[in-house]
């Protein structure tokens, strides 16, 4: 479905955009929330969890566009505390994560708390538009290859085994890891991840010392050995 075919069966659907980036935000309202043209009405805003939970419990909307790194405990921890409106038999609230990160884990973990989709920021405003109304139809949506991650987690009876090292590093900090090891500048980084050089530099910081790592070459070399490039 297309922007014109949804206002042309006189479809409306009302969403929430939760992501912590202020910026972001806007450009997503900018380019989606015309609702006489795309038939989306952007209902509320949220910048972490409790804001996420607060908003989506008072405006009940159809889809929540939801980032998977937030303050508070991140996308899951918004899905498990929405988990009764999801599971509503009338209008239940679908979530379509909307993420920077094509992180295996990051995908599997908002579909095992209850998204029905993962998209990518680099998703166009059409498609985006055409994947709210798919996910308000019930369907399941995902970026390309995106998809693959989410049938072989399920498809598997094992659990993943654990890396303690990994797990040191928060969510914000793998995703630094991993656009560091595919050979992104710090600029790169800063503006893929809407944060600042310094942070970048911060975040790497904070890599290396908890990985015990001495430079950017260990590493890649660290996160390539697991697969996470």
């Known amino acids: 479905m297309t922007e014109d075919s949804a206002v042309t069966e006189g479809r409306r659907v009302r969403v929430v ?3 912590d980036h202020r910026m972001f935000r806007t450009g997503v309202q900018a380019e989606i929330g015309e609702t006489e043209r795309t038939g989306v009405e952007v209902v509320g805003e949220a910048a972490d969890v409790d804001q996420a939970v607060t908003v989506i419990t008072a405006t009940r ?3 929540v566009l939801l980032d998977v790194h937030l303050p508070g405990g991140g996308g899951v921890e918004v899905l498990r505390r929405c988990a009764p409106l999801m599971a509503a038999a009338e209008h239940p609230v679908r ?3 909307l993420s920077v990160s094509d992180a295996a884990e990051d995908v599997i973990g ?5 998204a029905r989709g993962y998209v990518t920021k ?3 405003g059409a498609d985006l538009v055409d994947s709210v109304f798919r996910v308000q139809d019930g369907d399941a949506v995902f970026s390309p290859r995106l998809a693959g991650f989410v049938l ?3 498809a598997s009876t094992d659990a993943p085994p654990v890396d303690e090292d990994l797990d040191r590093l928060t969510q914000r900090e793998r995703e630094v890891l991993r656009l560091i090891a595919r050979g992104y500048a710090y600029k790169e980084i800063a ?3 809407f944060i600042s050089v310094k942070t970048v530099e911060s975040h790497v910081s904070a890599v290396l010392r908890k990985l015990q790592l001495s430079n950017r070459h260990e590493l890649t070399r660290w996160a390539t050995a697991r697969r996470l490039v």
């Open 61 to 63: 909307p159809e889809v």
């Open 122 to 124: 680099t998703i166009t």
């Open 110 to 114: 908002v579909i095992r708390g209850g």
């Open 191 to 193: 503006k893929q991840l």
């Open 95 to 97: 979530f379509l994560a």
């Open 17 to 19: 955009l939760v992501d």
């Open 152 to 154: 072989d987690a399920f």
